[in-house]
């Protein structure tokens, strides 16, 4: 079956760093998404991988390993802000997205 | 765990026609749906936010006669696109919230893809 999972809750502190880990088995496999939700809002996109290797777009990362079927999302210089979840969801071959249930992300100053 | 489907997976419609996607939270009861619309690449936009019962809550800018929504049961929503026109093609996700142990947790589907021709 398709199946994602991530870790339910992680802790860190501010300004330090925080790799988010993602593993997935899907049919097919169009790309891996990160969204990012703070508590009462709509997820906002981060990244999208479809190549293995490291993607880095500011103070985030994202990175991939289609043989592996993983993924990380590295958080860098940690912001209260950035308290929030962070959802991974993969593509299928039917470009259908199969969702992680979030790691709940608590950050300490 | 919980797992909220969608169906139908693709739809193409010709312009004009009314397209119905239905939302299923599969093993739990889900007291709030939502409907989001997703372009390539970018945020989740949110639609609508449908309680079971009672009429559902439109975002500014989402038209409420053309994006038809019925949360009949806390188990099924409903999104019908009325008179779909070409630039109504999109991605279609709906998510589900429910309250487990005190903790609000939301799930979402696969989503639906829509293409009118």
């Known amino acids: 079956g398709q199946n994602i999972d991530q870790p339910t809750e992680m802790t860190a502190t501010e300004g330090a760093i925080v790799q988010i880990n993602c593993t997935y088995q899907?049919?097919?496999?169009?790309?891996l998404f990160w969204y990012q939700q703070h508590a009462g809002e709509a997820p906002t996109f981060l990244s999208y991988?479809?190549l293995d290797g490291l993607e880095e777009k500011g103070r985030f990362s994202s990175f991939l390993s289609r043989s592996k079927g993983y993924s990380y999302l590295l958080l860098k210089e940690l912001q209260m802000k950035d308290s929030a979840s962070y959802l991974c969801?993969?593509?299928?071959?039917?470009?259908?997205?199969?969702w992680g249930a979030g790691t709940k992300l608590i950050i300490k100053p | 765990g919980a797992v909220v489907s969608q169906h139908p997976s693709w739809v193409i419609c010709k312009s004009g026609t009314s397209v119905k996607i239905e939302c299923r939270s599969l093993?739990?009861?889900?007291?709030?749906m939502f409907w989001y619309r997703q372009f390539p690449k970018q945020s989740l936009m949110l639609m609508a936010t449908?309680?079971?019962?009672?009429?559902?809550?439109?975002e500014q800018g989402v038209e409420k006669d053309k994006f038809l929504i019925n949360h009949a049961s806390l188990t099924l929503s409903t999104l019908t696109v009325t008179s779909a026109h070409p630039e109504d093609s999109s991605f279609y996700i709906c998510?589900?919230?429910?309250?487990?142990?005190?903790?609000?947790?939301?799930?979402f589907g696969p989503g639906t893809r829509l293409l009118v021709l």
């Open positions: 969801a993969a593509m299928d071959s039917n470009y259908q997205l199969i």
């Open positions: 991988n479809v």
């Open positions: 899907t049919s097919g496999f169009n790309g």
């Open positions: 998510s589900a919230r429910t309250i487990t142990d005190r903790q609000e947790t939301q799930y």
């Open positions: 449908s309680n079971e019962g009672s009429k559902a809550t439109y």
């Open positions: 093993d739990f009861q889900a007291t709030t």
